[in-house]
C-alpha cells in the first residue's frame, strides 16, 4: 500500500496550527507511510515543511534552534523518490526533520558551504595543475548571506561584492593563481585579494571540477546541439589510497602475523589492506595493498622473511575510472544538423551574436554535423586528435586551427569565457535549492568576456 498525496496534505492542513516538526514526524511514521512512499519524495516534505516554518516564524518570535553540524547533514531537495520501513523510520526521519528544521530556519557558516559545494563538484577531480578551492578565508568567521557567482573576479564585479555586502565570491576562474611573495598594490590581482581580505569576503573557485563533474560545464556546453550519446574525453580517475599489490608467500601462521606487524609498522598513515589464502605445501599464499610512500620500506620487510625458494611479486594498481567525470565531451547527435544550423545553436545556448568558424577542408555550411566535441575555455590540448565533424570551444591558437580544418574537422570559437559563463545560471539553481532561504545567490552582472566584436 502507497501513500495518497492527497491524504497527507489533508493531514498537514489539519497540523499546520500546532507544531509542524512533531506533526510531520506523526505523519511520517503513520502505518501508512511506513509501508512505503514511492508517490512522494523529500522534495514534497521539504518544500511543505519550509512553507510551514516560514509562516511560524512570522507569528512567534521563538526560533528552531539546532547543532550547526545537523546543517551540513541536509538532504538536497531532489526528486529522488524514498522508501521507509517500521525497522528504519524512526530514528532516520526525526534526524531528517532536526535537519530540515535547521535547514529553513538557520543561518550557514562559510564551512556548511564548502561543503554543499564538495558535494557538486568534488575538488579531487581539478586537474593537477589547477589552484582550486577555498583560496581567502576571512579571520572573523560570519554567517553566508550573500553569494555572488562569477566567472572571472575583476574589478567591477569587485566593486559589485562590496556594494551588496557579499559575504562569498564564487569566481570560476581562480583569481590566485601562481605562488605570490607580497601583497602590493601594484598588481590588479593582488589589490583585489586585499580588498577581499579588508572586507572579510571569502574566495572559492572551482574551475576544472566543474569542467570534470558529471552535469558540469562541459555537459552544459554540449547539450547546445541537443541530445545524443555522450561520452568523456579525457577520463577523470579515482584517487586510491593504495597504489601497489604485494604478493606473497610464509612458511607459518606465525611468521604472517609477524609479517603483518612490521608492514602495519611501515604504513601507518593508511588502513593496511591483506588477504590470505589457503595454505598448501608451498606455504601460505598472502597479499597487502600499500602506498606509494610505504613500498620501500614494505618490500624490505617482506625480503627479510622471504627465503629464496618462496615466491614474491609487485604489481601497480591503476586508478579506477570515474564514469561520467572527466575533460572534454564527445556527442553522437540524436539529430544531425548542417554547420549553419549548429551555429545557429551554439549562438542562442551561450547567448552570444557572434562566433568564430573555421570551415573544414571540403566542408561548407550545408555541410552535416553528426558528431561533435567540446571542451569550454581553452580546449585544443583535449580535443586534439579527436576525429569529429566539429570542435567548438572557446579558443584556440591559429595553428591549432590550422590542423583541425586540415583534417576536416569544422571549429566553433566563442572566446574564452563566453563558452564557459552561462553556466553560472544553471549552477546557481543547482546550489540555491541545497541552501536555506537565509542563503542569497546571485550571477554576476558586470562579469564579461574582455574581447568583444566591433
Same mark, same amino acid.
Given at each position: 500500500?502507497?501513500?495518497?498525496?492527497?491524504?497527507?496534505?489533508?493531514?498537514?492542513?489539519?497540523?499546520?496550527?500546532?507544531?509542524?516538526?512533531?506533526?510531520?514526524?506523526?505523519?511520517?511514521?503513520?502505518?501508512?507511510?511506513?509501508?512505503?512512499?514511492?508517490?512522494? $519524495?523529500?522534495?514534497?516534505?521539504?518544500?511543505?515543511?519550509?512553507?510551514?516554518?516560514?509562516?511560524?516564524?512570522?507569528?512567534?518570535?521563538?526560533?528552531?534552534?539546532?547543532?550547526?553540524?545537523?546543517?551540513?547533514?541536509?538532504?538536497?531537495?531532489?526528486?529522488?523518490?524514498?522508501?521507509?520501513?517500521?525497522?528504519?523510520?524512526?530514528?532516520?526521519?526525526?534526524?531528517?526533520?532536526?535537519?530540515?528544521?535547521?535547514?529553513?530556519?538557520?543561518?550557514?557558516?562559510?564551512?556548511?558551504?564548502?561543503?554543499?559545494?564538495?558535494?557538486?563538484?568534488?575538488? /579531487?577531480?581539478?586537474?593537477?595543475?589547477?589552484?582550486?578551492?577555498?583560496?581567502?578565508?576571512?579571520?572573523?568567521?560570519?554567517?553566508?548571506?550573500?553569494?555572488?557567482?562569477?566567472?572571472?573576479?575583476?574589478?567591477?564585479?569587485?566593486?559589485?561584492?562590496?556594494?551588496?555586502?557579499?559575504?562569498?565570491?564564487?569566481?570560476?576562474?581562480?583569481?590566485?593563481?601562481?605562488?605570490?611573495?607580497?601583497?602590493?598594490?601594484?598588481?590588479?590581482?593582488?589589490?583585489?585579494?586585499?580588498?577581499?581580505? #579588508?572586507?572579510?569576503?571569502?574566495?572559492?573557485?572551482?574551475?576544472?571540477?566543474?569542467?570534470?563533474?558529471?552535469?558540469?560545464?562541459?555537459?552544459?556546453?554540449?547539450?547546445?546541439?541537443?541530445?545524443?550519446?555522450?561520452?568523456?574525453?579525457?577520463?577523470?580517475?579515482?584517487?586510491?589510497?593504495?597504489?601497489?599489490?604485494?604478493?606473497?608467500?610464509?612458511?607459518?601462521?606465525?611468521?604472517?602475523?609477524?609479517?603483518?606487524?612490521?608492514?602495519?609498522?611501515?604504513?601507518?598513515?593508511?588502513?593496511?589492506?591483506?588477504?590470505?589464502?589457503?595454505?598448501?605445501? /608451498?606455504?601460505?599464499?598472502?597479499?597487502?595493498?600499500?602506498?606509494?610512500?610505504?613500498?620501500?620500506?614494505?618490500?624490505?620487510?617482506?625480503?627479510?622473511?622471504?627465503?629464496? $625458494?618462496?615466491?614474491?611479486?609487485?604489481?601497480?594498481?591503476?586508478?579506477?575510472?570515474?564514469?561520467?567525470?572527466?575533460?572534454?565531451?564527445?556527442?553522437?547527435?540524436?539529430?544531425?544538423?548542417?554547420?549553419?544550423?549548429?551555429?545557429?545553436?551554439?549562438?542562442?545556448?551561450?547567448?552570444?551574436?557572434?562566433?568564430?568558424?573555421?570551415?573544414?577542408?571540403?566542408?561548407?555550411?550545408?555541410?552535416?554535423?553528426?558528431?561533435?566535441?567540446?571542451?569550454?575555455?581553452?580546449?585544443?590540448?583535449?580535443?586534439?586528435?579527436?576525429?569529429?565533424?566539429?570542435?567548438?570551444?572557446?579558443?584556440?591558437?591559429?595553428?591549432?586551427?590550422?590542423?583541425?580544418?586540415?583534417?576536416?574537422?569544422?571549429?566553433?570559437?566563442?572566446?574564452?569565457?563566453?563558452? #564557459?559563463?552561462?553556466?553560472?545560471?544553471?549552477?546557481?539553481?543547482?546550489?540555491?535549492?541545497?541552501?536555506?532561504?537565509?542563503?542569497?545567490?546571485?550571477?554576476?552582472?558586470?562579469?564579461?568576456?574582455?574581447? #568583444?566584436?566591433?
Amino acid at each position: 500500500m502507497f501513500a495518497d498525496i492527497s491524504t497527507v496534505q489533508s493531514k498537514l492542513r489539519c497540523f499546520k496550527k500546532r507544531k509542524p516538526e512533531r506533526d510531520i514526524l506523526h505523519i511520517l511514521q503513520s502505518p501508512l507511510m511506513l509501508t512505503g512512499c514511492r508517490s512522494l $519524495s523529500w522534495t514534497f516534505f521539504s518544500l511543505t515543511y519550509r512553507r510551514l516554518c516560514t509562516r511560524r516564524s512570522l507569528t512567534s518570535q521563538a526560533a528552531l534552534s539546532f547543532s550547526a553540524s545537523t546543517v551540513s547533514s541536509i538532504p538536497p531537495y531532489t526528486h529522488s523518490h524514498c522508501f521507509f520501513t517500521s525497522q528504519q523510520a524512526s530514528v532516520p526521519l526525526y534526524s531528517s526533520l532536526h535537519s530540515l528544521s535547521a535547514h529553513c530556519s538557520g543561518l550557514m557558516e562559510l564551512k556548511e558551504v564548502l561543503q554543499v559545494l564538495e558535494q557538486l563538484a568534488p575538488l /579531487s577531480l581539478a586537474e593537477s595543475w589547477d589552484n582550486v578551492g577555498l583560496l581567502i578565508e576571512p579571520s572573523k568567521s560570519r554567517p553566508v548571506k550573500t553569494i555572488l557567482l562569477t566567472n572571472d573576479l575583476t574589478d567591477p564585479v569587485m566593486e559589485e561584492a562590496e556594494a551588496m555586502n557579499c559575504d562569498l565570491i564564487i569566481s570560476y576562474h581562480p583569481p590566485l593563481f601562481r605562488p605570490i611573495k607580497r601583497l602590493v598594490q601594484k598588481d590588479w590581482k593582488q589589490r583585489l585579494a586585499i580588498r577581499a581580505v #579588508e572586507a572579510g569576503i571569502a574566495i572559492f573557485s572551482p574551475h576544472t571540477s566543474w569542467d570534470s563533474v558529471k552535469g558540469g560545464v562541459n555537459d552544459w556546453l554540449v547539450g547546445g546541439l541537443g541530445s545524443g550519446q555522450v561520452s568523456v574525453l579525457s577520463q577523470a580517475l579515482g584517487g586510491a589510497s593504495h597504489s601497489h599489490k604485494l604478493e606473497f608467500t610464509v612458511r607459518s601462521t606465525e611468521e604472517l602475523n609477524t609479517v603483518m606487524e612490521e608492514l602495519k609498522a611501515c604504513d601507518s598513515e593508511t588502513t593496511l589492506q591483506h588477504s590470505v589464502g589457503r595454505p598448501d605445501n /608451498s606455504g601460505i599464499h598472502a597479499s597487502v595493498t600499500c602506498s606509494d610512500s610505504a613500498l620501500t620500506p614494505s618490500v624490505q620487510t617482506l625480503l627479510r622473511h622471504n627465503a629464496p $625458494s618462496l615466491s614474491f611479486s609487485i604489481l601497480k594498481l591503476e586508478k579506477p575510472p570515474l564514469p561520467g567525470h572527466g575533460q572534454g565531451r564527445l556527442s553522437v547527435l540524436d539529430q544531425p544538423v548542417t554547420v549553419a544550423t549548429a551555429i545557429q545553436k551554439m549562438k542562442s545556448h551561450l547567448g552570444l551574436s557572434h562566433l568564430r568558424l573555421a570551415l573544414g577542408l571540403g566542408q561548407t555550411l550545408e555541410s552535416s554535423v553528426c558528431t561533435v566535441a567540446v571542451c569550454a575555455g581553452s580546449g585544443a590540448s583535449v580535443l586534439n586528435g579527436v576525429k569529429t565533424d566539429l570542435y567548438i570551444t572557446g579558443e584556440m591558437s591559429h595553428h591549432e586551427v590550422l590542423d583541425a580544418v586540415a583534417k576536416g574537422t569544422n571549429v566553433i570559437l566563442s572566446d574564452h569565457s563566453n563558452s #564557459e559563463r552561462g553556466f553560472l545560471a544553471v549552477f546557481r539553481e543547482k546550489l540555491a535549492v541545497r541552501l536555506p532561504d537565509s542563503v542569497t545567490v546571485v550571477v554576476s552582472k558586470a562579469d564579461r568576456d574582455p574581447l #568583444e566584436v566591433v
